[in-house]
């Protein structure tokens, strides 16, 4: 799973300046880090639920993706 996020998942997110990586899965959940334009995302929910229909239909599993929201580094300050 880690591969397929790390991989797959994230250049397609890439070509919007957005930044994904996998973090971590208990059970059916995956929880993912997101980044740049994602972290800021007003729709990221339906990010998240695509990301769902992809990794079952590519790899036939259902998971729920849990996303964190990690702003910029210059948004820190």
């Not at 397929?4 to 059916?28: A, H, P, S, W």
Request: hydrophobic share 30%; aromatic share 8%.
């Amino acid at each position: 799973m880690e591969e397929y996020i790390n991989g797959y998942i994230r250049e397609r997110l890439q070509g919007d300046g957005g930044e994904i990586t996998f973090v971590k899965r208990e059970g059916d959940e995956i929880t993912v880090l997101l980044q740049g334009e994602c972290s800021k995302c007003l729709i990221l929910d339906r990010c998240l639920s695509w990301i769902e229909h992809r990794i079952e239909k590519d790899l036939g599993e259902s998971v729920k993706v849990i996303g964190i929201r990690k702003k910029p580094y210059f948004q820190d300050v």
